[in-house]
């Protein structure tokens, strides 16, 4: 080979060589890709390329009686503090300090359960906890040894703070003693059995667990690194402690972290990569009211795993919102959309290059709601005014009252009044101070609150004697001012209010005049038993049926050797009854015996109102057997109160024919007594029945220009003013 095709093979060689390696370096990289780490790089490359994302369905609207919107929806944005999404090797506490300084620099808020308070001198706020948020800081003391023992130690000391239980029988006799725990396995026993609401800041103190040791405890748990501030420390054990109550229960790993955020903060995220951030679609509830609060009720997060475990099949994320209270949580199911799910493509920068749904999100549906805005918003009013007005000459900042409205006949609830109330579009920032005010604003007094019915009863004991035959219309008995049990006369006695006696009183006249003398032989007639079988068929000491929460109440019983029928029925002995139930009982009576359970829902729909998917139910539960007589003869008697009677001046400006009832519901100690009325309109043929009681109001007759009010305004045309009675002279 001469000297040229030396040069030339070296040539061919060298372009061989420059063209093979690459190759041979490319199949080598082919190989090891698309068959040795195949699984990893297609899992890889899934999620950097193709993400499944949930789309949010947006949450039903509640509407009142004729279509008018009272809550609704606003799209928005919230920020969520994902784990995962952090790179391997990161410290998430770097992450999460980062963004949650530019939240501060931007003046969004965020909320952490750990019940320290955010800035020093720092000290609990446990009282602003619930008790099943008690119940996971619980849980979560186990995962910090030094609090957990302490805390024990103190229960080893003061073992009446913890639920007492027996001893398992394996635990007794010669088994225990092989098997005796130590004083720091018993103070942990003892720990799981404190009551949540035995939870206190002087019990974490006193146990030697001061804000400052826990939050020094969990720095050293969480990694916190030496050189954050107190204060940068704090802000993230705050979501380091929410991520961890995750873990406790599950693998989830994320955590709203803001909600309601605006594009200038969304561009702020994606322009600064910030780690562990995503933002999702969401809607925040939208009041069209101020009104009706403790109907509509308010939306929460879950408080506990195992709430949220009964339902996550039924399409739910541990971080979703849920109705809590009032109408959003008793017609959830109607109100819950079903979420819909996106495929979202992505380059290698993470930037968004295509989209599909694989599921559409159904929205929730339209729930109307029995009551009318602006008649509710009249009986709050009203309600307010008699309050204040009490409160004005006798100040009491924990006086409630609470008013309930009942279509006769359907068992429709037209208004529902509380007071003092609370506005549903700062629920959020208030909670804590609503939580501890002392005139309980968040209690709902016109179905959950329980009071004496008093006189109120007389109608029922009334219609009760007649029906039973214990009396007729036309008997008269003799009010000599004090009814005396027969055999024991000197021990056992009612007094009537109008001491010298009312004289000769039939069934009509002795509703008129309240006639105590008159019921106490009627309950003594009757018995208990008769009594406790009418007041069940009225409803009384039931639930009413209502959809939010009620309290039932209380019958009347005998003590162990004592007859307290003559008592109870004219509304004393200890009987308790809520202004919603004592408003249907009403309505049961005037509409002939038609007994319905109240409710709140008018109709449920479609989101697109094409199909109606429920209807509040109008049936009776069970109807009373009434002769027209008898009823006739009750109404006339609560219709004399109105217009010969002691309500006569009261309601001369009543635009409607109505008949009435007060009651003075006595409390046993030394505070005044509440006020209890009841009323129904028109007199003829009665549409409404109302109930109202005030806490420590005195004499029922003062509710009467309330009530006359109340009945003023449903009535009254809506283009003509509420009309509001003078305040005469207050009767007893």
């Given at each position: 080979?001469?000297?040229?095709?030396m040069?030339?093979?070296?040539?061919?060689?060298?372009?061989?060589f420059?063209?093979?390696?690459?190759l041979?370096?490319?199949?080598?990289?082919?190989?090891?890709?698309?068959?040795?780490?195949?699984?990893?790089?297609?899992?890889r490359?899934?999620?950097?390329?193709?993400?499944?994302?949930?789309?949010?369905?947006?949450?039903?609207?509640l509407t009142?009686?004729?279509?008018?919107?009272?809550?609704?929806?606003?799209?928005?944005?919230?920020?969520?503090?994902?784990?995962?999404?952090?790179?391997?090797?990161?410290?998430?506490?770097?992450?999460?300090?980062?963004?949650?300084e530019?939240c501060?620099?931007?003046?969004?808020?965020?909320?952490?359960?750990l019940?320290?308070?955010?800035?020093?001198?720092?000290?609990?706020?446990?009282?602003?906890?619930?008790?099943?948020?008690?119940k996971?800081?619980?849980?979560?003391?186990?995962t910090?040894?030094?609090?957990?023992?302490?805390?024990?130690?103190?229960?080893?000391r003061?073992?009446?703070?913890?639920?007492?239980?027996?001893?398992?029988?394996?635990l007794?006799?010669?088994?225990?003693?092989?098997?005796?725990?130590?004083?720091?396995?018993?103070?942990?026993?003892?720990?799981?059995?404190?009551?949540a609401?035995?939870?206190?800041?002087?019990?974490?103190?006193?146990?030697?667990i001061t804000?400052?040791q826990?939050?020094?405890?969990?720095?050293?748990?969480?990694?916190?690194?030496?050189?954050?501030t107190?204060a940068?420390?704090?802000s993230?054990?705050?979501?380091?402690?929410?991520?961890?109550?995750r873990?406790l229960?599950?693998?989830?790993?994320?955590?709203?972290?803001?909600?309601?955020i605006?594009?200038?903060?969304?561009?702020?995220?994606?322009?600064?990569?910030?780690l562990g951030?995503?933002?999702?679609?969401?809607?925040?509830?939208?009041?069209?009211?101020?009104?009706?609060?403790?109907?509509l009720?308010?939306?929460?997060?879950?408080?506990?795993?195992?709430?949220?475990?009964?339902?996550?099949?039924?399409g739910?994320?541990?971080?979703?919102?849920?109705?809590?209270?009032?109408?959003?949580?008793?017609?959830?199911?109607?109100?819950?959309?079903t979420?819909g799910y996106?495929?979202v493509?992505?380059?290698?920068?993470?930037?968004?290059t295509?989209?599909y749904?694989?599921?559409?999100?159904?929205?929730?549906?339209?729930?109307?709601l029995t009551?009318?805005?602006?008649?509710q918003?009249?009986?709050?009013?009203?309600?307010?005014?008699?309050?204040?007005?009490?409160?004005?000459?006798?100040?009491?900042?924990?006086?409630?009252?609470?008013a309930?409205?009942?279509?006769?006949?359907?068992?429709?609830?037209?208004?529902?009044?509380?007071y003092?109330?609370?506005?549903?579009?700062?629920?959020?920032?208030?909670?804590?101070?609503?939580?501890?005010?002392?005139?309980?604003?968040?209690?709902?007094?016109?179905?959950?609150?329980?009071?004496?019915?008093?006189?109120?009863?007389?109608?029922?004991?009334?219609?009760?004697?007649?029906?039973?035959?214990?009396?007729?219309?036309?008997?008269?008995?003799?009010?000599?001012?004090?009814?005396r049990?027969?055999?024991?006369?000197?021990?056992?006695?009612?007094?009537?209010?109008?001491?010298?006696?009312?004289?000769?009183?039939?069934?009509?006249?002795?509703?008129?005049?309240?006639?105590?003398?008159?019921?106490?032989?009627?309950?003594?007639?009757?018995?208990?038993?008769?009594?406790?079988?009418?007041?069940?068929?009225?409803?009384?000491?039931?639930?009413?049926?209502?959809?939010i929460?009620?309290r039932?109440?209380?019958?009347?019983?005998?003590?162990e050797?004592?007859?307290?029928?003559?008592?109870?029925?004219?509304?004393?002995?200890?009987?308790?009854?809520?202004?919603?139930?004592?408003?249907?009982?009403?309505?049961?009576l005037?509409?002939?015996?038609?007994?319905?359970?109240?409710?709140?829902?008018?109709?449920?729909k479609?989101?697109?109102?094409?199909?109606v998917?429920?209807?509040?139910n109008?049936?009776?539960?069970?109807?009373?057997p009434?002769?027209?007589?008898?009823?006739?003869?009750?109404?006339?008697?609560?219709r004399?109160?109105?217009t010969?009677?002691?309500?006569?001046?009261?309601?001369?400006?009543c635009?409607?024919?109505?008949?009435?009832?007060?009651?003075?519901?006595?409390?046993?100690?030394?505070?005044?007594?509440?006020?209890?009325?009841?009323?129904?309109?028109?007199?003829?043929e009665?549409?409404?029945?109302?109930?109202?009681?005030?806490?420590?109001?005195?004499?029922?007759?003062?509710?009467?220009?309330?009530?006359?009010?109340?009945?003023?305004?449903?009535?009254?045309?809506k283009?003509?003013?509420?009309v509001?009675?003078?305040?005469?002279?207050?009767?007893?």
């Open positions: 080979m001469d000297r040229k095709e040069q030339n093979a070296r040539l061919y060689f060298l372009l061989i420059i063209v093979l390696l690459p041979v370096i490319y199949l080598g990289v082919l190989y090891d890709t698309q068959v040795i780490h195949y699984e990893d790089y297609s899992a490359a899934s999620r950097s390329i193709a993400r499944p994302e949930k789309v949010e369905a947006s949450r039903g609207i009142d009686r004729n279509g008018r919107v009272l809550v609704s929806n606003r799209s928005t944005y919230e920020l969520t503090f994902d784990a995962s999404l952090l790179p391997s090797g990161s410290d998430s506490n770097d992450a999460i300090l980062r963004l949650l530019l501060q620099s931007q003046g969004v808020s965020w909320s952490d359960a019940p320290i308070s955010r800035h020093a001198p720092y000290v609990y706020t446990l009282e602003t906890l619930t008790n099943a948020q008690k996971r800081f619980l849980a979560y003391l186990k910090l040894p030094l609090s957990y023992d302490a805390l024990g130690a103190y229960l080893l003061h073992p009446e703070l913890t639920v007492q239980e027996e001893p398992p029988e394996d007794e006799g010669e088994a225990a003693s092989e098997t005796t725990p130590t004083p720091a396995e018993r103070g942990r026993a003892l720990v799981d059995r404190l009551p609401g035995n939870l206190t800041a002087s019990l974490m103190n006193d146990a030697g804000p400052a826990l939050l020094k405890e969990m720095r050293g748990t969480l990694k916190i690194p030496e050189n954050y107190q940068q420390a704090r993230v054990l705050g979501i380091q402690y929410e991520l961890s109550l873990r229960d599950d693998t989830y790993e994320t955590y709203v972290l803001a909600d309601d605006d594009t200038a903060f969304i561009s702020m995220l994606s322009d600064g990569d910030y951030a995503k933002v999702t679609h969401s809607s925040v509830r939208e009041y069209g009211t101020d009104y009706a609060a403790h109907i009720g308010y939306m929460g997060n879950f408080e506990t795993w195992d709430e949220y475990s009964a339902v996550k099949d039924q739910y994320d541990y971080n979703d919102s849920i109705g809590r209270t009032g109408a959003e949580r008793a017609f959830e199911n109607y109100l819950k959309g979420d996106r495929i493509s992505t380059n290698s920068e993470g930037k968004i295509g989209e749904y694989s599921v559409e999100p159904e929205p929730g549906g339209i729930v109307e009551i009318d805005l602006d008649f918003q009249a009986v709050e009013d009203i309600l307010a005014e008699a309050v204040e007005r009490l409160n004005d000459t006798d100040y009491d900042e924990t006086r409630g009252a609470g309930a409205v009942i279509k006769v006949g359907t068992g429709e609830v037209l208004a529902l009044a509380s003092p109330t609370f506005e549903l579009s700062t629920i959020r920032q208030n909670i804590g101070e609503l939580n501890t005010d002392p005139g309980r604003p968040m209690f709902n007094r016109a179905s959950m609150g329980t009071y004496p019915p008093g006189s109120t009863l007389k109608p029922f004991t009334a219609i009760a004697a007649l029906e039973h035959g214990v009396t007729t219309l036309t008997e008269r008995i003799r009010d000599t001012g004090t009814w049990y027969p055999g024991d006369e000197k021990n056992s006695y009612a007094n009537c209010w109008y001491h010298a006696g009312h004289g000769f009183q039939n069934i009509v006249q002795a509703i008129t005049n309240s006639c105590n003398y008159f019921f106490a032989e009627m309950g003594y007639r009757m018995g208990m038993d008769t009594l406790r079988e009418y007041l069940t068929m009225f409803g009384l000491g039931q639930p009413t049926g209502i959809e929460g009620e039932a109440g209380l019958l009347p019983e005998n003590p050797g004592q007859n307290q029928a003559p008592w109870a029925a004219f509304g004393q002995s200890s009987q308790l009854y809520s202004p919603l139930q004592l408003a249907n009982y009403v309505a049961t005037v509409s002939g015996g038609r007994h319905c359970q109240a409710h709140l829902l008018k109709a449920a479609t989101y697109d109102n094409s199909e998917i429920a209807t509040g109008t049936e009776p539960v069970n109807i009373i009434i002769s027209d007589e008898n009823l006739q003869a009750v109404k006339q008697g609560m004399g109160l109105v010969t009677g002691s309500l006569a001046s009261h309601f001369r400006n635009v409607v024919t109505a008949g009435a009832k007060t009651g003075t519901a006595q409390v046993y100690s030394n505070v005044k007594t509440h006020s209890v009325f009841v009323c129904f309109a028109p007199y003829e009665p549409e409404i029945a109302v109930a109202i009681a005030i806490e420590r109001g005195g004499s029922g007759s003062i509710l009467a220009s309330t009530g006359v009010n109340i009945l003023n305004a449903y009535f009254t045309p283009d003509v003013d509420t509001i009675t003078g305040e005469n002279q207050l009767l007893p």
